[in-house]
Protein backbone atom coordinates (compact mmCIF):
# COMPACT_ATOMS: atom_id res chain seq x y z
CA UNK A 1 0.00 0.00 0.00
CA UNK A 2 1.39 3.24 -0.99
CA UNK A 3 0.50 6.71 0.82
CA UNK A 4 1.16 9.85 -1.14
CA UNK A 5 1.72 13.51 0.84
CA UNK A 6 1.46 16.15 -1.70
CA UNK A 7 2.38 19.83 -0.56
CA UNK A 8 -0.30 21.97 -0.03
CA UNK A 9 -1.37 24.08 -3.00
CA UNK A 10 -2.72 26.90 -0.92
CA UNK A 11 0.21 29.36 -0.73
CA UNK A 12 -1.38 30.12 2.78
CA UNK A 13 -1.40 26.76 4.37
CA UNK A 14 1.56 26.44 6.24
CA UNK A 15 0.73 22.61 7.47
CA UNK A 16 1.54 19.46 6.27
CA UNK A 17 -0.39 16.19 6.69
CA UNK A 18 1.42 13.99 7.44
CA UNK A 19 5.13 14.84 9.87
CA UNK A 20 7.91 12.43 9.87
CA UNK A 21 7.35 10.78 13.39
CA UNK A 22 4.64 8.87 11.73
CA UNK A 23 6.06 7.31 9.34
CA UNK A 24 7.12 4.05 11.16
CA UNK A 25 3.37 3.64 12.49
CA UNK A 26 2.49 4.22 9.12
CA UNK A 27 4.92 1.61 7.67
CA UNK A 28 4.40 -0.75 10.64
CA UNK A 29 0.44 -1.17 8.93
CA UNK A 30 1.95 -2.12 5.66
CA UNK A 31 1.91 1.50 4.16
CA UNK A 32 5.07 2.72 2.25
CA UNK A 33 5.12 6.35 2.73
CA UNK A 34 6.03 8.81 -0.52
CA UNK A 35 6.30 12.96 0.08
CA UNK A 36 6.41 15.49 -2.12
CA UNK A 37 9.82 17.50 -2.18
CA UNK A 38 9.23 19.79 0.39
CA UNK A 39 6.13 19.24 1.49
CA UNK A 40 6.71 20.14 5.23
CA UNK A 41 9.15 22.76 4.83
CA UNK A 42 7.08 25.70 5.90
CA UNK A 43 6.02 23.40 9.16
CA UNK A 44 9.46 23.13 10.15
CA UNK A 45 9.91 19.44 8.59
CA UNK A 46 12.97 18.74 6.22
CA UNK A 47 13.17 15.72 3.47
CA UNK A 48 15.96 14.40 5.27
CA UNK A 49 13.92 14.15 8.33
CA UNK A 50 11.26 11.91 6.37
CA UNK A 51 13.65 9.80 4.71
CA UNK A 52 15.25 9.22 8.41
CA UNK A 53 12.31 7.74 9.74
CA UNK A 54 11.52 5.84 6.54
CA UNK A 55 9.81 7.81 4.44
CA UNK A 56 10.59 8.27 0.35
CA UNK A 57 10.76 11.84 -1.23
CA UNK A 58 8.40 11.94 -4.57
CA UNK A 59 7.62 14.35 -7.16
CA UNK A 60 3.96 15.34 -7.35
CA UNK A 61 3.25 12.66 -10.03
CA UNK A 62 4.40 9.93 -8.04
CA UNK A 63 2.69 10.89 -5.01
CA UNK A 64 -0.70 11.58 -6.73
CA UNK A 65 -0.68 8.19 -8.24
CA UNK A 66 -0.54 6.32 -4.58
CA UNK A 67 -3.62 4.31 -3.59
CA UNK A 68 -3.93 6.92 -0.52
CA UNK A 69 -3.56 10.81 -0.40
CA UNK A 70 -3.87 11.95 2.62
CA UNK A 71 -3.89 16.30 2.61
CA UNK A 72 -5.05 18.63 4.36
CA UNK A 73 -7.17 21.10 1.71
CA UNK A 74 -8.22 18.90 -1.53
CA UNK A 75 -5.44 18.39 -3.48
CA UNK A 76 -4.99 18.34 -7.38
CA UNK A 77 -7.37 15.58 -7.76
CA UNK A 78 -7.39 16.07 -11.65
CA UNK A 79 -4.12 13.85 -11.53
CA UNK A 80 -6.02 11.00 -9.60
CA UNK A 81 -7.89 8.24 -11.16
CA UNK A 82 -11.17 6.87 -10.10
CA UNK A 83 -10.62 3.88 -7.24
CA UNK A 84 -8.10 6.16 -5.53
CA UNK A 85 -8.70 7.21 -2.10
CA UNK A 86 -8.65 10.97 -0.86
CA UNK A 87 -8.03 11.41 3.18
CA UNK A 88 -8.64 15.63 3.64
CA UNK A 89 -10.86 18.06 4.85
CA UNK A 90 -13.26 18.33 1.76
CA UNK A 91 -15.53 20.44 3.69
CA UNK A 92 -17.97 19.17 1.52
CA UNK A 93 -21.25 21.42 1.67
CA UNK A 94 -19.40 24.69 1.37
CA UNK A 95 -17.71 23.50 -1.97
CA UNK A 96 -20.37 21.89 -3.27
CA UNK A 97 -18.90 21.80 -6.98
CA UNK A 98 -15.70 20.84 -5.90
CA UNK A 99 -17.47 17.90 -4.36
CA UNK A 100 -19.52 16.68 -7.26
CA UNK A 101 -16.78 16.60 -9.21
CA UNK A 102 -14.37 14.36 -6.94
CA UNK A 103 -17.67 11.98 -6.90
CA UNK A 104 -18.02 12.12 -10.56
CA UNK A 105 -14.27 10.82 -11.05
CA UNK A 106 -15.26 8.12 -8.76
CA UNK A 107 -12.63 8.96 -6.34
CA UNK A 108 -13.31 7.75 -2.90
CA UNK A 109 -13.55 11.13 -0.92
CA UNK A 110 -13.23 10.56 2.83
CA UNK A 111 -13.78 13.94 4.57
CA UNK A 112 -12.16 13.86 8.06
CA UNK A 113 -14.18 17.43 8.84
CA UNK A 114 -17.25 14.98 9.01
CA UNK A 115 -16.45 12.88 11.59
CA UNK A 116 -19.31 11.65 13.63
CA UNK A 117 -18.24 14.02 16.74
CA UNK A 118 -20.36 11.91 19.36
CA UNK A 119 -18.27 8.30 18.38
CA UNK A 120 -15.77 7.92 20.82
CA UNK A 121 -13.74 6.03 18.72
CA UNK A 122 -13.45 9.04 16.83
CA UNK A 123 -12.31 11.12 19.10
CA UNK A 124 -8.34 10.40 18.10
CA UNK A 125 -9.01 10.86 14.86
CA UNK A 126 -10.58 14.05 14.87
CA UNK A 127 -9.02 16.70 12.87
CA UNK A 128 -11.64 19.53 13.88
CA UNK A 129 -10.83 19.11 17.60
CA UNK A 130 -7.02 18.97 17.52
CA UNK A 131 -6.77 22.38 15.12
CA UNK A 132 -9.85 24.04 16.81
CA UNK A 133 -7.64 23.64 19.85
CA UNK A 134 -4.53 25.40 19.15
CA UNK A 135 -6.85 28.10 17.19
CA UNK A 136 -8.24 29.18 20.63
CA UNK A 137 -5.02 28.89 22.25
CA UNK A 138 -3.84 31.33 20.06
CA UNK A 139 -6.56 33.68 19.93
CA UNK A 140 -5.95 34.07 24.07
CA UNK A 141 -2.54 34.67 22.94
CA UNK A 142 -3.46 37.66 20.40
CA UNK A 143 -6.28 39.26 22.30
CA UNK A 144 -3.43 39.52 25.29
CA UNK A 145 -0.62 40.97 22.82
CA UNK A 146 -2.99 43.45 21.24
CA UNK A 147 -4.52 44.62 24.01
CA UNK A 148 -3.84 48.06 25.79
CA UNK A 149 -3.47 46.72 28.90
CA UNK A 150 -2.21 44.44 30.87
CA UNK A 151 -4.19 40.68 31.28
CA UNK A 152 -3.36 39.61 34.94
CA UNK A 153 -4.44 41.39 37.87
CA UNK A 154 -0.84 42.74 39.50
CA UNK A 155 -0.19 44.69 43.18
CA UNK A 156 2.41 47.16 42.59
CA UNK A 157 3.83 49.94 45.08
CA UNK A 158 2.44 52.14 42.10
CA UNK A 159 -1.39 50.74 43.03
CA UNK A 160 -3.20 47.40 41.81
CA UNK A 161 -3.63 46.89 38.46
CA UNK A 162 -6.93 45.25 37.77
CA UNK A 163 -7.32 41.64 35.41
CA UNK A 164 -8.55 42.27 31.70
CA UNK A 165 -11.93 40.74 31.25
CA UNK A 166 -12.42 38.53 28.24
CA UNK A 167 -15.49 37.43 27.08
CA UNK A 168 -15.27 34.31 24.59
CA UNK A 169 -18.35 33.49 22.36
CA UNK A 170 -19.18 29.82 21.75
CA UNK A 171 -17.53 26.92 24.07
CA UNK A 172 -16.60 24.41 22.03
CA UNK A 173 -13.49 22.99 21.24
CA UNK A 174 -11.68 26.17 20.48
CA UNK A 175 -14.05 28.39 23.06
CA UNK A 176 -12.80 26.03 25.75
CA UNK A 177 -9.36 26.34 25.06
CA UNK A 178 -9.23 30.22 24.90
CA UNK A 179 -11.08 29.95 28.23
CA UNK A 180 -8.60 27.99 29.70
CA UNK A 181 -5.37 29.67 27.98
CA UNK A 182 -6.87 33.74 29.05
CA UNK A 183 -7.40 31.97 32.86
CA UNK A 184 -3.34 30.78 32.73
CA UNK A 185 -2.79 34.49 31.63
CA UNK A 186 -4.70 35.82 34.21
CA UNK A 187 -7.88 37.29 32.77
CA UNK A 188 -11.15 37.14 34.18
CA UNK A 189 -13.57 35.60 31.49
CA UNK A 190 -17.18 35.26 30.56
CA UNK A 191 -18.50 33.08 28.34
CA UNK A 192 -21.68 32.12 26.35
CA UNK A 193 -23.10 29.78 24.15
CA UNK A 194 -26.39 28.14 22.98
CA UNK A 195 -25.71 25.08 24.06
CA UNK A 196 -26.48 23.93 27.75
CA UNK A 197 -24.02 21.66 28.10
CA UNK A 198 -21.29 24.47 27.61
CA UNK A 199 -22.39 26.19 31.20
CA UNK A 200 -20.33 23.01 33.29
CA UNK A 201 -17.41 23.48 30.76
CA UNK A 202 -16.91 26.79 30.95
CA UNK A 203 -17.52 27.02 34.63
CA UNK A 204 -14.94 23.99 35.66
CA UNK A 205 -12.30 25.76 33.68
CA UNK A 206 -12.92 28.99 35.44
CA UNK A 207 -14.90 31.13 33.15
CA UNK A 208 -18.51 32.76 34.37
CA UNK A 209 -21.46 31.60 32.31
CA UNK A 210 -23.69 34.50 31.39
CA UNK A 211 -26.90 33.24 32.01
CA UNK A 212 -29.69 34.23 29.60
CA UNK A 213 -33.82 33.71 31.31
CA UNK A 214 -35.47 31.47 29.85
CA UNK A 215 -32.88 29.48 28.09
CA UNK A 216 -33.37 26.64 25.90
CA UNK A 217 -30.97 23.81 24.46
CA UNK A 218 -29.53 24.62 20.99
CA UNK A 219 -27.58 21.22 20.25
CA UNK A 220 -28.43 18.64 17.26
CA UNK A 221 -28.28 15.04 18.62
CA UNK A 222 -24.69 15.09 16.13
CA UNK A 223 -23.16 17.14 18.06
CA UNK A 224 -23.57 20.52 16.84
CA UNK A 225 -24.97 23.85 17.52
CA UNK A 226 -27.78 25.06 16.14
CA UNK A 227 -29.74 28.72 16.39
CA UNK A 228 -32.86 28.81 18.24
CA UNK A 229 -35.58 30.60 16.65
CA UNK A 230 -37.63 32.25 19.88
CA UNK A 231 -37.63 35.87 19.12
CA UNK A 232 -37.77 36.37 23.01
CA UNK A 233 -35.11 34.31 23.74
CA UNK A 234 -32.76 35.99 20.89
CA UNK A 235 -33.44 39.20 22.46
CA UNK A 236 -32.94 37.97 26.25
CA UNK A 237 -29.60 36.48 24.81
CA UNK A 238 -28.63 39.43 23.01
CA UNK A 239 -28.98 41.84 26.14
CA UNK A 240 -27.01 39.57 28.49
CA UNK A 241 -24.56 39.52 25.93
CA UNK A 242 -24.37 43.15 25.51
CA UNK A 243 -23.48 43.79 28.80
CA UNK A 244 -20.50 42.19 29.30
CA UNK A 245 -19.10 43.02 25.85
CA UNK A 246 -19.95 46.61 26.74
CA UNK A 247 -17.11 46.09 29.57
CA UNK A 248 -14.69 43.62 27.64
CA UNK A 249 -11.33 44.20 27.28
CA UNK A 250 -10.86 41.14 24.62
CA UNK A 251 -13.94 39.06 22.85
CA UNK A 252 -13.10 36.14 21.10
CA UNK A 253 -15.42 34.59 18.71
CA UNK A 254 -15.30 30.74 18.40
CA UNK A 255 -19.26 30.59 17.09
CA UNK A 256 -18.89 28.16 13.95
CA UNK A 257 -22.06 26.28 12.37
CA UNK A 258 -21.20 23.27 10.48
CA UNK A 259 -22.29 23.68 6.99
CA UNK A 260 -23.30 27.02 7.12
CA UNK A 261 -22.05 30.46 7.59
CA UNK A 262 -20.77 31.42 10.86
CA UNK A 263 -23.64 32.94 13.01
CA UNK A 264 -22.64 36.60 14.14
CA UNK A 265 -22.41 37.46 17.42
CA UNK A 266 -25.58 39.17 18.43
CA UNK A 267 -28.92 37.88 17.35
CA UNK A 268 -30.22 41.21 16.38
CA UNK A 269 -29.02 43.18 13.26
CA UNK A 270 -28.84 46.30 15.09
CA UNK A 271 -26.93 44.99 17.88
CA UNK A 272 -24.34 44.17 15.39
CA UNK A 273 -24.14 47.02 13.98
CA UNK A 274 -23.44 49.21 16.92
CA UNK A 275 -21.55 46.43 19.12
CA UNK A 276 -18.32 48.76 18.56
CA UNK A 277 -20.08 52.05 19.23
CA UNK A 278 -20.73 50.45 23.01
CA UNK A 279 -17.07 48.19 23.50
CA UNK A 280 -14.53 50.71 25.22
CA UNK A 281 -11.66 52.63 23.68
CA UNK A 282 -8.42 50.14 23.23
CA UNK A 283 -10.90 46.79 23.11
CA UNK A 284 -9.86 43.89 20.82
CA UNK A 285 -12.26 41.47 19.01
CA UNK A 286 -10.54 38.40 17.98
CA UNK A 287 -13.10 36.54 14.77
CA UNK A 288 -12.07 33.38 14.46
CA UNK A 289 -14.64 32.61 11.40
CA UNK A 290 -13.78 35.00 8.97
CA UNK A 291 -13.42 32.90 5.95
CA UNK A 292 -16.82 31.49 6.45
CA UNK A 293 -18.70 34.89 6.79
CA UNK A 294 -17.41 36.10 9.92
CA UNK A 295 -18.94 36.56 13.39
CA UNK A 296 -18.63 40.15 13.70
CA UNK A 297 -19.86 43.15 11.53
CA UNK A 298 -16.64 44.92 9.97
CA UNK A 299 -14.16 42.11 10.44
CA UNK A 300 -12.19 41.35 7.18
CA UNK A 301 -10.30 38.21 6.28
CA UNK A 302 -7.12 37.96 6.64
CA UNK A 303 -6.78 41.24 8.44
CA UNK A 304 -6.37 43.66 11.38
CA UNK A 305 -8.20 46.62 11.50
CA UNK A 306 -9.59 49.30 13.62
CA UNK A 307 -13.05 50.53 13.95
CA UNK A 308 -14.37 53.06 16.46
CA UNK A 309 -11.63 52.66 18.55
CA UNK A 310 -12.14 48.74 18.56
CA UNK A 311 -9.14 46.57 17.25
CA UNK A 312 -10.33 43.93 14.98
CA UNK A 313 -8.49 40.67 13.99
CA UNK A 314 -9.61 39.01 11.45
CA UNK A 315 -7.24 36.17 11.06
CA UNK A 316 -8.72 33.10 10.22
CA UNK A 317 -7.04 29.34 10.91
CA UNK A 318 -5.01 29.93 13.53
CA UNK A 319 -3.62 26.76 13.83
CA UNK A 320 -2.22 27.59 10.43
CA UNK A 321 0.25 30.26 12.94
CA UNK A 322 1.41 27.06 14.95
CA UNK A 323 2.48 24.95 11.78
CA UNK A 324 4.61 22.53 13.58
CA UNK A 325 2.45 21.71 16.17
CA UNK A 326 -0.89 21.62 14.60
CA UNK A 327 1.41 19.56 11.27
CA UNK A 328 2.00 16.94 14.12
CA UNK A 329 -1.70 16.06 15.67
CA UNK A 330 -3.25 16.45 12.46
CA UNK A 331 -0.73 13.48 11.18
CA UNK A 332 -1.87 11.52 14.43
CA UNK A 333 -5.14 11.95 13.47
CA UNK A 334 -4.81 10.80 9.94
CA UNK A 335 -2.34 8.20 11.35
CA UNK A 336 -4.98 6.47 13.59
CA UNK A 337 -8.04 7.12 11.05
CA UNK A 338 -6.36 5.06 8.44
CA UNK A 339 -6.25 1.48 10.72
CA UNK A 340 -9.66 1.38 9.97
CA UNK A 341 -9.21 1.00 6.58
CA UNK A 342 -6.61 -1.49 6.35
CA UNK A 343 -7.02 -4.79 6.77
CA UNK A 344 -4.84 -7.92 5.97
CA UNK A 345 -2.61 -5.53 4.57
CA UNK A 346 -5.25 -4.27 2.17
CA UNK A 347 -6.74 -1.06 2.00
CA UNK A 348 -10.65 -2.06 2.24
CA UNK A 349 -14.26 0.23 3.03
CA UNK A 350 -15.81 -1.63 5.81
CA UNK A 351 -19.71 -0.98 5.02
CA UNK A 352 -19.95 -1.87 8.83
CA UNK A 353 -17.63 0.73 10.47
CA UNK A 354 -19.50 3.69 11.57
CA UNK A 355 -16.43 6.51 11.51
CA UNK A 356 -16.61 5.86 8.00
CA UNK A 357 -20.53 5.54 6.97
CA UNK A 358 -22.26 7.10 10.85
CA UNK A 359 -25.56 6.27 11.81
CA UNK A 360 -28.65 8.25 10.11
CA UNK A 361 -31.22 9.20 12.44
CA UNK A 362 -28.50 8.78 15.39
CA UNK A 363 -25.05 10.24 16.29
CA UNK A 364 -24.83 11.50 12.79
CA UNK A 365 -28.40 12.55 12.30
CA UNK A 366 -27.95 13.19 8.17
CA UNK A 367 -24.20 13.63 8.07
CA UNK A 368 -23.44 10.18 7.68
CA UNK A 369 -19.80 9.57 8.15
CA UNK A 370 -16.06 10.43 7.01
CA UNK A 371 -16.54 8.12 3.75
CA UNK A 372 -18.72 10.88 1.93
CA UNK A 373 -18.19 8.53 -1.72
CA UNK A 374 -17.60 5.76 -3.33
CA UNK A 375 -17.41 4.63 -7.06
CA UNK A 376 -18.90 7.75 -8.00
CA UNK A 377 -22.10 7.16 -5.48
CA UNK A 378 -22.53 9.61 -2.00
CA UNK A 379 -23.01 7.18 0.68
CA UNK A 380 -26.35 6.63 1.57
CA UNK A 381 -26.67 8.37 5.33
CA UNK A 382 -25.66 11.45 3.93
CA UNK A 383 -29.06 12.33 2.99
CA UNK A 384 -28.13 16.35 3.63
CA UNK A 385 -25.34 16.57 1.03
CA UNK A 386 -27.42 14.63 -1.05
CA UNK A 387 -30.37 17.27 -1.17
CA UNK A 388 -27.60 20.36 -1.04
CA UNK A 389 -26.22 18.55 -4.52
CA UNK A 390 -29.55 18.26 -6.25
Known amino acids: MRLGVPKEKDNDETRVSIVPISIPKLNKLGFEVIIEKGAGEKSGYSDSEYEDKGGRIGDLVEVMGSELIASIDVPDFKMMKKGQMLACIADPFRNLEQTRKIIDARITLLSLDVIPRRLSKGQSMDVNSSQDNLSGYRAALMGSLHVSKMVPMMMTAAGTVRPAKFVIQGAAVAGLQAIATAKRLGAAIQAIDVRLAAKQDTESLGAKFIDVPGWKDAESSS ?35 FGAGAPQLFFGKKMNEKMTHEMKQGAVVIDMNCDTGGNIVGSVEGEIIEKDGVTIIGIPMLCRTIPNTASMLYSNNITNFVTVLVKEGKLIINPEEQVLTGDEGGISAGYGGILVAENGKIHGNHTRLKEALK
Open 223 to 257: GHATLFTDKGLQQAFDEELMKAVKEADVVITTARL
